[in-house]
C-alpha cells in the first residue's frame, strides 16, 4: 500500500516504469542485488531528486527486486551525508546497487574515501545524478530523454573518441567565441562515460555521455577558455547569458573575466579557505567533450556537459580518474561548438 505522497508521485511517472527499469537493466545489468536508492525533497519546487528516486524505485518494484528508497537532507560543500543513510551503506552487503538522485551532493559519509572509491572497494554498482536542485520539475521529460538514447551508438562514438585521446601527446580546443587552449595529455587515459557499469566497482553519472581526460601533472595546461554554455559554483550550476573568459597558464586559473566573474571567483575562495592545500583548486584538472544527442542546455551540470556539441573544463581535483590533484574541489565550465586537434591534426566527432 503507498503513502499519499508516493501515490502523488506514481501517478507522475507511471508511463515511465518501463524506462527506468531499461537505464538499470542497460547500464548496470541488475539482476537480484539489493538496491539502495538515496534521495532528498528537493529544493522547493526544484523536485526532479525524488521524481528520479521514486522513478527507480517503483521500476524496480514492479519488477519483483528489492530497493530500499531512503532520504535525507540536502547536503552542501562539506557536510556529512546523514547518519541513517551512512549506515545503510556500511551495512550493505557486497556487491550491491547503489542510486544517488540528490539535490546537491551526497555527503561524505564518514571516511576519507570518496563514495566512489567506497563503491569500487565494496563491489558497488552506482548510477549517480547530482546537482539537481538546479533543474524544475517541468525539466523532467528533457532527463528521461537525455537518458532514453541509443547506447549501442553512443558507446561506439565514446569509445572511438577515447581511443584517440589514449594515443595523444597534445590535445588543443578552439571555439569561435575564443577558446584557444592546450592540454599536456602525454600518458594519460581517458575515461568514456557511456553507461556501461556491468563491473563489479563501477558506476557513474546518468544522464551519461562524455568523454574526459586529467592532463598530465599540475601544469600541462595552458590558454584561454570562453565559458558560453553553462558555468559551476558554489551554489550551483547556471546557464551563461554573458561569456565568461578564463585564462590559464601552467595548469592554474590566473584570471577570470566577464559579468559572473565574481561568482567564480567566490567559489574558489570558499574552497581555497578551507582546503588543505589552496594552491590546488584553481588548477584544471579536466578536459571534456559532451556526445549525448538527447541532452540539452538547461542549467544543471549533470546534464550540460553531456550535450553533444560542448566542451568542457572541470577545476579542481581529478585524483579518482587518473590525475595528480587532489582536493575539496571539482567544477565543471561548459562551452559550445568546439573543434579539438589531436596532437595537431583535427579530430572528427
Request: net charge positive; with cysteine.
Amino acid at each position: 500500500m503507498f503513502t499519499i505522497a508516493e501515490s502523488q508521485y506514481l501517478s507522475k511517472i507511471e508511463k515511465y516504469h518501463p524506462q527506468f527499469f531499461k537505464i538499470m537493466k542497460n547500464s548496470l545489468k541488475i539482476k537480484e542485488e539489493k538496491i539502495v536508492i538515496v534521495t532528498d525533497k528537493g529544493v522547493k519546487e526544484n523536485t526532479l531528486a525524488p521524481m528520479l528516486g521514486y522513478g527507480y524505485y517503483f521500476a524496480a518494484k514492479k519488477k519483483k527486486l528489492y530497493p530500499e528508497l531512503l532520504f535525507q537532507d540536502i547536503k552542501k560543500g562539506f557536510m556529512y551525508a546523514d547518519d541513517h543513510i551512512i549506515d545503510a551503506l556500511y551495512k550493505l552487503e557486497k556487491r550491491s546497487i547503489v542510486i544517488l538522485a540528490v539535490s546537491n551532493k551526497l555527503g561524505r559519509i564518514g571516511t576519507e574515501k570518496s563514495f566512489r572509491t567506497f563503491c569500487k572497494e565494496q563491489g558497488h554498482r552506482f548510477l549517480s545524478a547530482t546537482g539537481l536542485g538546479d533543474v524544475s520539475l517541468q525539466q523532467f521529460g528533457l532527463f528521461m530523454e537525455a537518458m532514453n538514447i541509443n547506447y549501442t551508438r553512443l558507446r561506439k562514438k565514446g569509445n572511438e573518441i577515447k581511443k584517440q585521446w589514449d594515443k595523444a601527446k597534445e590535445i588543443r580546443v578552439t571555439t569561435e567565441a575564443g577558446t584557444d587552449i592546450t592540454f599536456d595529455v602525454s600518458g594519460m587515459e581517458a575515461i568514456a562515460n557511456v553507461g556501461k557499469y556491468h563491473e563489479y566497482g563501477m558506476g557513474g553519472n546518468m544522464p551519461c555521455g562524455e568523454v574526459y581526460i586529467a592532463p598530465r601533472g599540475f601544469y600541462g595546461v595552458n590558454g584561454t577558455v570562453v565559458i558560453d554554455g553553462s558555468m559551476k559554483t558554489a551554489d550551483g550550476a547556471l546557464l551563461m547569458e554573458d561569456p565568461l573568459k578564463i585564462h590559464v597558464k601552467e595548469g592554474r586559473v590566473i584570471n577570470v573575466e566577464g559579468k559572473n566573474a565574481h561568482l567564480l571567483e567566490q567559489t574558489f575562495q570558499k574552497f581555497e579557505d578551507r582546503a588543505e592545500y589552496p594552491y590546488r583548486v584553481r588548477h584544471v584538472g579536466e578536459l571534456g567533450i559532451g556526445i549525448n544527442p538527447g541532452a540539452v542546455l538547461i542549467g544543471s551540470m549533470i546534464m550540460d556537459e553531456k550535450v553533444l556539441g560542448t566542451g568542457h573544463i572541470a577545476i579542481g581535483s581529478n585524483y579518482w580518474f587518473g590525475g595528480d590533484i587532489k582536493t575539496m574541489y571539482h567544477g565543471d565550465q561548459v562551452f559550445k561548438n568546439p573543434v579539438f586537434y589531436v596532437d595537431g591534426k583535427k579530430m572528427v566527432v
